[in-house]
């Protein structure tokens, strides 16, 4: 490992890596779901202490988030004295997950007559807070202005999602997806040190018909792309996600806009360009496809004989142009030694693209590349390279708005 990929670990380690999370479960038949949101937490690095109020107990027992957390429970205001002091002072962020409407009006109206309000009243950190409980309880004035000045104070709200609620009807207020949750808390712990940059990001595959029914396209998932534009999104930037067809749920507060072809996904790219300060090409554009589409299912014999075209190279397009956001590509590539000399091409592509920063992506490990959690990178600038550990691809993600971070700095300063 290079000194400077050392150096982004650190930085990822600022994030959920390390963050100490007190975490608030109220009174509500999601609360068993805080022992999948435990794990989910603990998986990405971050340690977990739980507070319980009584009422949660009928849910989901003291124990089972003893277990999922590792940690003692607590739950009683005089059990261990000056805990609702040393708890919170101990947490870098709180998270109450489900919350009730109960303890949102304790924590609207500044009480602490248990240890969960309590401690909410003493912590002087970010709190994020999923609600959880029927329709009517949500929409209610009451609960609607609690929750009005919890997020004035200060508070993140991760809003429920509408569905089937636990008393048999339909409306808004089951507890937020464990994974909405998780990003929120991300987001609440992350830095904004790209507030003020507008990003477009490009992910995924492109998708070029033969016919109606077949189609010239490649394995990518959209799994980097998408993670780059959250965590673009969780560092204060304004972003764009441009994204060819993908199973991954566009994330929260970041505009989108799908496309199918790399003809679309030029358009949609030049289109947003006007303001956007960095780009960063993390798509799959596939790079033919067939001089004319066929109207009805052509015959087999028509398909083997199709002739193709090479498609638009968007990044070289951007590259050549004299004033530009600062623009980032990726390049798929298999690994050096007896498989090939991909990152010799992926270095060729730095200069010839017109980039500042290829992402060179070995996708000749099962561990890397299309489809995988994790990646295999060496980032290449002008005149260096930054061979990056195998890491999870929010993790890339990072380093990556890191060396951006770095780059839009220095060309601030000139
Ligand atoms: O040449 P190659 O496809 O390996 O280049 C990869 C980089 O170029 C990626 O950032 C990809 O998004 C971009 N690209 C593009 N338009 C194409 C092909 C690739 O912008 N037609």
Redesign the pocket.
Known sequence: MTNSSLKNRKRVAKSLRDSRILLGVTGSVAAYKAIELIKGLKEQGASVRVVMTDASKNFVTPLSLQLASGEKVYGDLFGEPMSHISLPKDADIMVIAPATASIAAKAANGMADDLLSACLLSFRGRVVIAPAMNWRMYESPAFQRNLKRLIEDGAALVPPDKGLLACGEEGVGRMAAIGKIIEAIKSAVSPKDLLGEKILV?AGPTREYIDPVRFISNASTGKMGYAIARAAKRRGAEVTLISGPSAIEPPAGVGFIPVVT?IQMRDAVLGHLPGATVIV?????G?FAPEAMGKRKLDKAAVSSIKLKK?????SELGAMKKRPLLI????EFGEGRRGDGLKRARR?LIE?GADIIVFNDVSRKDSGFGADTNKVVMLLKGRGNDLPLMSKDEVAEAVLEEIHALRAKRKRF
């Open positions: 490009t790399a090409m993390a798509a799959a554009v790079d498609t638009p190279d968007i990044l590509g990726f390049a798929a592509k693209k």
